[in-house]
């Protein structure tokens, strides 16, 4: 058994409590004011420090860290066609689960316990988070160049009894790069599997021009009348660019709406309507999209962007402020995924972050959730805990059985092979 004493806690209603946590076989089993009578296998003292859930990174292509920095200053559809696309080819399965590890390792010291990944190695990713013992949900990529529907089928049979630590949903890439038959094998796939579905959805205002003028449609209404939001829970990524029709679409669905603020900015994008999705009571959950066009997997940044990128869409100060952004980093992305790790309490799954709060950015503590979203960062991660096992601690390093010297290396070597 592992005790975190000492501590400060935070609670599933966001307020602050003193005490220590328990954890046993991955599980918590207490959490409140000191015990003594139990023997434990290890004893940390927090010293007053905030434990806290891990953030749930809710859209990511780990394996693309190899293309960090390369393709830059680019739109979208370029970026993709020009650059992204033709690197993709030239990387390989195990190039791709040593991309996957470095983009594990920058999630931990960033404090995420878990991620929801589309990448088209889904080996890759499940194997380097059962090596690491890193927590991923895995996602579909069907689309016209990639995966078939057998492959999706399979994939879904396949990961869902992989590992404890791995699941897997259905998806596809996005309305451009799929055909009409696939997306509606894939509803049909959907039905007879009762599984919800994922994807890229009105990330540019030119994605929906041009699915209007293909289908006489938003991609929200296509989808929709496709029969692929039929089941409940489907998760949506980026969703800049939304009608109200959208927006009503979304919540009769129950859609969860996964905002990209990095990416969507340095991509020139636009910015997703938080605000008013959170008005019409759409769960909504942070991602960091890929290390390609985000360069950075950091929640933090995407947690201060998403409330100041609101505030600025809405010229108000108050609009989606730092409790609700902090529920999107952690439980909303939870809740999405179907993971039993929403919050700190008995019976709920390990994944933790311990932030230091004896650091200048986060003195005085006149409100710790306002620091954690707009003044908290990576600096600040001392210790990430998935299934109970501590994965990173800030001055002792990665506990995940890599040499991180040896994956920087490794990492050099296949971006130099494939872009240069």
Not at 88 to 113: F, H, K, N, P
Not at 199 to 219: D, L, M, Q, S, W
Not at 303 to 314: G, S, V, Y
């Amino acid at each position: 058994m592992l005790r975190l004493y000492n501590a400060k806690i935070l609670m599933p209603d966001m307020s602050i409590e003193n005490g220590e946590i328990v954890i046993d076989n991955g599980i918590i089993t207490y959490v409140g004011d000191i015990r003594r009578e139990f023997e434990y296998t290890q004893e940390i003292d927090i010293d007053k420090n905030l434990v806290m859930p891990g953030f749930k990174n809710l859209h990511t292509h780990s394996a693309m860290t190899f293309l960090r920095s390369y393709a830059e200053d680019l739109p979208l559809d370029r970026w993709l066609n020009e650059k992204i696309f033709p690197a993709e080819d030239r990387l390989t399965e195990e190039d791709a689960y040593y991309c996957c590890i470095l983009a594990i390792m920058e999630y931990l010291t960033s404090g995420i316990t878990t991620c929801f990944d589309m990448y088209f190695y889904p080996d890759a990713m499940a194997r380097a988070s059962v090596d690491t013992g890193f927590r991923t949900v895995l996602s579909g990529t069907l689309n016209n160049f990639k995966e078939s529907l057998d492959i999706l089928k399979y994939n879904y049979n396949k990961y869902n009894n992989f590992d404890p630590l791995v699941s897997y949903k259905l998806g596809f890439h996005a309305e451009y790069t799929t055909d009409i038959e696939l997306l509606k094998g894939l509803a049909e796939l959907s039905h007879k599997l009762n599984a919800s579905v994922s994807a890229h959805v009105c990330e540019t205002e030119n994605e929906v021009t041009e699915c209007i003028k293909r289908h006489g449609k938003t991609p929200v209404e296509f989808f929709s009348d496709l029969g692929l939001s039929d089941i409940p829970k489907g998760i949506y990524h980026h969703c800049v660019w939304l009608t109200d029709r959208d927006i009503d679409i979304l919540k009769k669905h129950d859609i969860t709406v996964v905002t990209n603020g990095g990416s969507n900015c340095k991509l020139a994008s636009g910015i997703a309507p938080l605000e008013r999705l959170d008005k019409a009571n759409i769960r909504l959950a942070l991602g960091t999209d890929s290390a390609a066009s985000n360069n950075c997997l950091d929640m933090f940044r995407e947690m201060w962007l998403a409330t100041a990128l609101q505030k600025q869409q809405t010229q108000n100060a108050a609009a989606f402020p730092a409790k609700k952004v902090l529920m999107a980093a952690t439980s909303n992305g939870a809740e999405a995924l179907g993971i039993d790790a929403a919050d700190i309490s008995v019976g709920r799954m390990a994944d933790l972050t311990v932030i230091d709060m004896h650091r200048p950015n986060m003195q005085p503590e006149n409100d710790v959730i306002n620091n954690l979203v707009y003044s908290g960062s990576k600096e600040n991660v001392l210790m990430t805990i998935v299934d109970g096992k501590i994965l990173y601690e800030r001055n002792k390093g990665f506990n995940i059985g890599f040499d991180e010297k040896e994956i920087y290396a490794k990492i050099a070597d296949i971006a130099d092979r494939i872009l240069r």
